[in-house]
T-cell receptor, first 120, second 113 residues
Framework: DAGVIQSPRHEVTEMGQEVTLRCKPI?????LFWYRQTMMRGLELLIY????????DSGMPEDRFSAKMPNASFSTLKIQPSEPRDSAVYFC??????????????????FGEGSRLTVL | GESVGLHLPTLSVQEGDNSIINCAYS??????FIWYKQESGKGPQFIID?????DKRQGQRVTVLLNKTVKHLSLQIAATQPGDSAVYFC????????????FGKGTMLLVSP
């Protein structure tokens, strides 16, 4: 079975350029997460979608970051303009939460292999 | 098992030993805890979870212990193998309704043959 697919795997860009990261979640999953990983701050949740609707974007650093999920099989994370401090590995993860509420919480997120972003 | 600056805490063990990785979580209201393993160059991978109404849960070669009194979580790996070498993260869920996770900084486990 195909897991979560992210592209590109590596991106090197110059400060000020627009960066778009892409994610295809596992088919049938209704929840999608974008995380950012750095040595200093570890894994940080950026945004969470449930049934294609953004539920919690409080982790999005600032207005330069935006995320969309136009359908159940695709999501993008865009940084415009990019800055050197955005350099990190960006992970997309998906899972299936059959409902909202404590009984439906799952900790089993399926992560992609990440997109390593370097902004010069 | 908390990180300091740029350096991850590291646990070095010999193949066949039992390993214990510790984690102090932050929120006394958290009711659900998970351990993840991350190998170099890959995304985190789910290992085992435990809800706050339990204090122990066992899986295949792994056991998670939860002490809510001191907000402490541990992962025990029996008969550690070189393939267990990775960074291990504990994560907590503080949201009453959704599956959002807050991750700790991680502990690196190095297993020598």
């Amino acid at each position: 079975d195909a897991g979560v697919i992210q592209s590109p795997r590596h991106e090197v860009t110059e400060m000020g350029q627009e960066v778009t990261l892409r994610c295809k979640p596992i088919s049938g999953h209704n929840s999608l997460f974008w995380y950012r990983q750095t040595m200093m701050r570890g894994l940080e949740l950026l945004i969470y979608f449930n049934n294609n609707v953004p539920i919690d974007d409080s982790g999005m650093p600032e207005d330069r970051f935006s995320a969309k999920m136009p359908n159940a099989s695709f999501s993008t994370l865009k940084i415009q303009p990019s800055e050197p401090r955005d350099s990190a590995v960006y992970f997309c993860a998906s899972t299936n939460s059959p409902g909202a509420g404590p009984a439906y919480k799952t900790g089993e997120l399926f992560f992609g292999e990440g997109s390593r972003l370097t902004v010069l | 098992g908390e990180s300091v600056g740029l350096h991850l805490p590291t646990l070095s063990v010999q193949e066949g030993d039992n390993s214990i990785i510790n984690c102090a979580y932050s929120n006394s209201a958290s009711d659900y805890f998970i351990w993840y393993k991350q190998e170099s160059g890959k995304g985190p991978q789910f290992i085992i979870d435990i809800r706050s109404n339990m204090d122990k849960r066992q899986g295949q070669r792994v056991t998670v212990l939860l002490n809510k009194t001191v907000k402490h979580l541990s992962l025990q790996i029996a008969a550690t193998q070189p393939g267990d070498s990775a960074v291990y993260f504990c994560a907590e869920n503080m949201d009453s309704g959704y599956s959002t996770l807050t991750f700790g900084k991680g502990t690196m486990l190095l297993v020598s043959p």
